[in-house]
T-cell receptor, first 109, second 120 residues
Framework: GQNIDQPTEMTATEGAIVQINCTYQTSGFNGLFWYQQHAGEAPTFLSYNVLDGLEEKGRFSSFLSRSKGYSYLLLKELQMKDSASYLCAHAGTASKLTFGTGTRLQVTL | DAGVIQSPRHEVTEMGQEVTLRCKPISGHNSLFWYRQTMMRGLELLIYFNNNVPIDDSGMPEDRFSAKMPNASFSTLKIQPSEPRDSAVYFC??????????????????FGPGTRLLVL
């Protein structure tokens, strides 16, 4: 089976840094995805990790440790528009993603 | 690029009625996915196709749900008869599975805007 855990909610201040953690227990591994979903909208792709380490893309970075079954998404220089849900998703095969329930991030002034 | 197109965007129907949701994937993508999202259960995969062939339908809740992909540019998800507990947002997504065997690196999936279904 597959189990993905991430915090339900987080709050952070504009300009700060926030780290959203995700742990997974699965059979099979073809990568770990992070998606952003604004309220009332579709999920959009943020990042993909298949090897251990940090992938940096602008203000967003994602880290993976396969041995620990652990990933995090790091958001720097937070902006109000970053208020959204962040979904961690595990690829058991190349095509099949299992999503966590998402972390709702609220950025405050 | 038009992205993934879904119709209708909103659907309100009465219990017992048939509901058909439509999806046009991104041109050139060979994988198509149907998801359902609710507050309680989050985003759940219902079924996915690769090269128009259903690969995994283990997420389809029951026989009332069916999905087809008659060609590379069109798919439908049908609920018959619909029930109030089917109320949710239904997303279609498409991707490009490079190996054809499901064993390569995870493919990025691109989501459509979703259909918001309310069954009364």
């Amino acid at each position: 089976g597959q189990n993905i855990d991430q915090p339900t909610e987080m709050t952070a201040t504009e300009g700060a840094i926030v780290q959203i953690n995700c742990t997974y227990q699965t059979s099979g591994f073809n990568g770990l995805f992070w998606y952003q979903q604004h309220a009332g909208e579709a999920p959009t792709f943020l990042s993909y990790n298949v090897l251990d380490g940090l992938e940096e893309k602008g203000r967003f970075s994602s880290f993976l440790s396969r041995s620990k079954g652990y990933s995090y998404l790091l958001l720097k220089e937070l902006q109000m528009k970053d208020s959204a849900s962040y979904l961690c998703a595990h690829a058991g095969t190349a095509s099949k993603l299992t999503f966590g329930t998402g972390t709702r991030l609220q950025v405050t002034l | 690029d038009a992205g993934v197109i879904q119709s209708p965007r909103h659907e309100v129907t009465e219990m017992g009625q048939e509901v058909t949701l439509r999806c046009k994937p991104i041109s050139g993508h060979n994988s198509l996915f149907w998801y359902r999202q609710t507050m309680m259960r989050g985003l759940e995969l219902l079924i996915y196709f690769n090269n128009n062939v259903p690969i995994d339908d283990s997420g389809m809740p029951e026989d009332r749900f069916s999905a087809k992909m008659p060609n590379a540019s069109f798919s439908t998800l049908k609920i018959q008869p619909s029930e109030p507990r089917d109320s949710a947002v239904y997303f279609c997504a498409s991707g490009e599975e490079k190996t054809g065997m499901g064993q390569g690196p995870g493919e990025t999936q691109y989501f459509g805007p979703g259909t918001r279904l309310l069954v009364l």
